[in-house]
């Protein structure tokens, strides 16, 4: 759909609706890193005027720092975050709840106790949850960190296992995160981490050869260049008919969003993604903006990958574009190049792969405990960053936009 459509349908009926006195209803499902801030950013720009209100939907109250599952996964305590006590004073509602439906004509979202709520705005920021569908028996017998309630499904199995071998999926970062935490809190587990490719593919040499250690001297057993081709209760099987043995097996490989986005009749990719034009609008229904991992946002590069650091500021640069919008303005294009890859490796050691804006490494890497506290710094920063935003809004309006590698957007 072209910008042309966009401004027709969405400024003209977010204005009008203001300039009519109305009260402009944006709704926001998902409170995740994205949906977050832009709950928090785009209520605390029109608390003011009181013609705007938010209302965040989520399935839980608490907020899931999806950033340490594998912490809570080990057993580890994490903070209790309260997405309420967070949004209160900006005037945004919360609504805790399961999204079940979106009526993208009717401009209705229905809640899994039958409720139903209207929208003149929708931002879509639902995530995304680990791909079990992609080889038979992940679903059934793989254990995930998709949310918070799965980290601790899995804590309760290894919380009975004494001794025996778990084997994680998937040799991204998440896979190595997870196996490196597993194998420094659970010293009586063999770990083997299988996956295609070699951990810290993506990395430099020095960057890649200090993950790799950090995996031997945990004591790791690597499976690079492994397809897992099916999952049973005791054992993944490889390509070539191999099978490894396992009391417990985590799926790490590869990520899939809801399909509510499809269904709905949303334009998504391949992924069920929501295609975005370039200022976050789905290019379908141009009164939905999609957010985080669950929209598909074409850069000069590509089209972005779910992280934490995208995410965050797609949903800043949603609620400024809403805000703009209400104001009679146009929005702008969204911007964003990468910057750094940061991967814990236990509590006492990390990695970070500092990267161009497409996610290509740069030369310089951080290492050993002081890769350790800049890795802790990032996964602890969204919450007070949601806190500052609450008071200055334009604090959280900053993010590097990746010069000229995003300057020619290619859609
Ligand atoms: C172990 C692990 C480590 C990671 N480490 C990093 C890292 O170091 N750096 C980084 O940048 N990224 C990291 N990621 C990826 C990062 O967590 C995601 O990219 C990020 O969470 C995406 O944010 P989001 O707001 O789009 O979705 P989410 O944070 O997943 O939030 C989605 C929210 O929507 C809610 N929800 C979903 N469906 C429904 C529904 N139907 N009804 C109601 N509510 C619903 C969920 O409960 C959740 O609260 C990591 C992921 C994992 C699993």
Redesign the pocket.
């Known amino acids: 759909m072209s910008a042309q459509r966009t401004d027709a349908t969405g400024t003209a009926a977010a204005t009008t609706a203001t300039a009519a006195g109305t009260t402009h209803r944006v709704v926001i ?7 977050m801030a832009a709950a928090v950013q785009l209520a605390a720009r029109t608390r003011r005027g009181g013609a705007v209100q938010v209302t965040v ?4 109250e608490r ?2 720092e ?2 340490r ?2 912490m809570t996964a080990t057993g580890q305590q994490v903070a209790e975050l309260s997405i309420p006590e967070m949004l209160d004073g900006t005037g945004a509602q919360f609504v805790r ?4 439906a979106v009526d993208a004509d009717a401009r209705t979202v229905r809640i899994d106790d039958d409720r139903e709520l209207p929208y003149d705005t929708l931002v879509y ?4 949850a680990a791909d079990t569908a992609r080889v038979p028996g992940a679903d059934d017998h793989a254990f995930t ?3 918070a309630q799965d980290a601790e499904l899995l804590a309760d199995r290894l919380g009975q296992l004494r001794g025996g071998t778990v084997v994680v999926v998937g040799t991204g ?2 896979g190595v ?2 196996a490196a935490e597993l194998a420094e809190q659970r010293p009586d587990l063999d770990v083997v981490l299988v996956g295609r490719t070699e951990p810290g593919a993506t990395m430099n040499t020095r960057a890649r050869t200090h993950l790799r250690g950090a995996l031997d001297r945990l004591g790791v057993t690597v499976r690079a260049g492994a397809d897992v081709v099916r999952v049973r209760p005791d054992a993944v099987e490889l390509a070539g008919g191999e099978r490894v043995a396992a009391d417990v097996v985590l799926w790490t490989g590869g990520a899939r969003v ?1 399909p ?1 986005a499809a269904v709905a009749g949303l334009e998504v990719d391949d992924r069920g993604r929501i295609v975005t034009d370039a200022a976050l609008h789905s290019v379908s229904h141009p009164d939905v903006w999609a ?4 929209a598909a946002i074409r850069q000069g590069y590509g089209v972005m990958h ?6 965050m500021p797609t ?1 800043v640069h949603a609620a400024l574009s809403i805000d703009r919008v209400l104001r009679g303005k146009e929005p702008r294009p969204f911007r964003f190049g990468y910057y750094h890859t ?2 814990s490796l236990g509590r006492a050691d990390a990695v970070v792969q500092f990267t161009h804006p497409d996610d290509s490494p740069r030369r310089i890497s951080l290492t050993g405990r002081t890769a350790m506290r800049y ?1 802790e710094t ?2 602890a920063s969204p919450w007070p960053t949601y806190g500052r935003m609450k008071k200055v809004p334009a604090s959280g309006a900053f993010w590097p936009t990746g010069g000229h590698f995003t300057r020619e957007v290619a859609r």
Not at 57 to 60: G, P, R, S, Y
Not at 97 to 100: A, D, L, M, R
Not at 125 to 128: A, D, K, V
């Open positions: 499902l998902g409170a995740g890193y994205a949906g939907v989520n399935a839980q907020f899931t999806r950033l599952l594998h709840g399961w999204v079940t920021g639902l995530g995304s960190l998709s949310g970062l998440t995160e997870s809801s509510l957010i985080g991992d669950a779910g992280t934490c650091q995208g995410g949903g940061p991967v890795k990032v996964t």
